[in-house]
DNA sequence: AATGGGACCTGCGCGC
DNA sequence: TGCGCGCAGGTCCCAT
């Protein structure tokens, strides 16, 4: 599942290989990718265009365009990007003029390509909390401070913070000795210190590493990213906890499989 | 306000 | 063997 080191890797990908192509053509093989405008618009508005500009924005990928207008992409739970293209059952390709194609797969199609004026007034990218490395550890402390709610499921809530999702809410918990069902307020100011630190370190481990491929995340070139070696709780329940042996414990929690070590992470 | 559940999807692994 | 079921989870949406 694409997070934000997942996704902050494919950015890096795209933006060392796509910025000034242009776009001569966009073949679609499954017309529900595309939530926004209809399919006729989509492939209207991008001919011609050239790309200009890649950013990220929590889990989201935008392409800005030299005519000012973007493409968003979320690859959600299965999304893929791939350059250079080619491959049999992509859900739709970007053709560009040198001959080559940016290629989104998507297996369970709960991704979606926007193409819009201004990705400033997505409705989800607008409602966003702040971006972990663009906070400081009294900023997060605070935001925490009013939080009656479970710290992992706020973790995971991109309107608080956003680009954390189920895996590295649960590393960054294991890391900072956090059981995932307290909450929020109830942690001391140290804790929330701790845990500021060691979700930030997480993520910048993981993106060094250029992401875990769980499930189908791929990097642009389409090799594996390599976190997933580095994985203290994540889809590991069973098996004995990397520090003290005891067996990690998978719950659920806000509906979403939860790892933890329940002897590093006690509940108080 | 916070929480829980279902919907969207498909492939895979499990138990019977 | 083959089949049905649960599960995987990001986000939206609705009910409580």
Known sequence: MPELPEVETIKRGLEAHLLGKKITQICVHHPKVVRQPSLKKFKEGLAGATIKNILRKAKVLIIEFSNGRAVTIHLKMTGQLIYPGGREGSRLSFCFSDGTCLDYFDQRLFGELRLVDDWRQVAFIKGLGPEPFAM???????????????????????????????????????????????????????????????????????????????????????????????????????????????????????????YFCPRCQKAP
Request: proline share 4%; with cysteine; aromatic share 8%.
């Open 136 to 258: 400081n550890p009294a900023q997060f402390k605070e935001m925490l401070a009013r939080k009656k709610t479970k710290i992992k499921p706020l973790l995971m809530d991109q309107r608080f913070i956003c680009g954390i999702g189920n895996l590295y809410a649960a590393e960054a918990l294991f890391r900072a000795r956090i059981n995932p069902g307290v909450s929020a307020a109830s942690l001391s100011d140290k804790k929330k210190g701790v845990l500021f630190k060691e979700m930030v370190a997480t993520l910048r481990e993981a993106i060094l590493h250029q992401g875990s491929s769980v499930d189908n995340y791929v990097r642009l070139d389409g090799t594996p990213g390599g976190y997933v070696d580095f994985h203290q709780v994540y889809a590991r329940a069973g098996k004995p906890c990397r520090v003290c042996k005891t067996k990690v414990k998978r719950i659920s929690l806000g509906g979403r499989g939860t």
